[in-house]
């Protein structure tokens, strides 16, 4: 008897990863898109995030993403702008315009779309699920795709930032410089405000993962739950989507120093 075929993504799910397919998105996938699985599989299967990547700050895309993003345009994932626009009687009346990432073309078969979430602000997953919405209800794209902070890694920040800070032996925010991570003002206040407090004081390498943590990839950033609950109230819907969680086990904890260039207040995807 001939096995059954792997769902689609099933080695990224055995890897970690978090995979949820909405509206019928494994079977169009599986049927008309086996190459954009297997495309997506490498691009994704291989993946490693160094701790001083996760630490490190700054107003652009992180090199993870980065690095992700190359992959995908070095086999034709690229960026796309859509753009719709409506006649009467062969008169132009109105156009709009939906731009997307990462767009992959199947000649004679569709197009697969394909956004990348890393740490935005969660309202950036409205923006991504209402365009797939829109291009598919006007039959420019077959699936959309969301990659993000899948749910094992966003439960285990906390812990690997810990460990950076145990590994580096960090006690202070002279620890804290000298390994590459100047926390701003206002960060500095929260921290001294936690280890200094006469009520169980914190030890300062607790304080400062709180802090690092909850500032940057806290409950309002994009992540797995954030994602879900967007999809479970029918955000995108019927749009067939493909939901990918990037898991825990991509952490590396290397040597290098931490890169940061600090602004306050700037997400970085």
Not at 7 to 19: C, E, H, R, T
Not at 52 to 74: N, P, V, Y
Not at 168 to 182: H, M, P, T, W
């Amino acid at each position: 008897m001939a096995r059954a075929p792997k769902p689609p993504f099933q080695s990224l799910k055995d890897k970690g990863f978090d995979v949820v397919f909405v509206s019928h998105a494994a079977g169009i996938l599986a049927q008309d898109f086996p190459q954009a699985i297997v495309e997506l599989e490498k691009a994704l299967s291989n993946l490693q995030l160094p701790i001083t990547e996760i630490i490190g700050s700054g107003g652009g895309e992180t090199k993870f993403t980065q690095r992700l993003r190359k992959t995908l345009a070095g086999m034709a994932w690229k960026k796309h702008e859509f753009i719709i626009t409506k006649t009467v009687d062969g008169i132009p009346m109105e156009s709009t315009s939906h731009e997307v990432d990462h767009v992959r073309r199947f000649t004679e078969v569709g197009v697969v779309a394909l956004e990348i979430e890393w740490n935005n602000k969660d309202p950036f997953f409205d923006r991504d699920l209402e365009n797939f919405k829109r291009l598919h209800a006007e039959g420019a794209i077959s699936v959309g795709i969301l990659v993000t902070r899948g749910s094992s890694l966003q439960e285990n920040l906390w812990s690997a930032v810990r460990k950076f800070a145990e590994d580096r032996k960090i006690n202070s925010f002279d620890d804290l410089a000298n390994n590459g991570y100047v926390p701003t003002p206002k960060q500095k206040a929260n921290v001294l405000k936690r280890v200094a407090r006469k009520n169980v004081p914190m030890p300062f390498a607790d304080a400062w993962t709180d802090n690092f943590v909850g500032n940057k990839y806290g409950q309002a950033t994009t992540h797995w739950d954030k994602l879900q609950h967007r999809i479970q109230r029918g955000v995108g819907n019927p749009c067939p989507l493909a939901l990918l969680g990037l898991p825990a086990a991509m952490i590396r904890f290397d040597a290098a120093p931490v890169e940061t260039l600090e602004d306050e207040g700037v997400t970085r995807q």
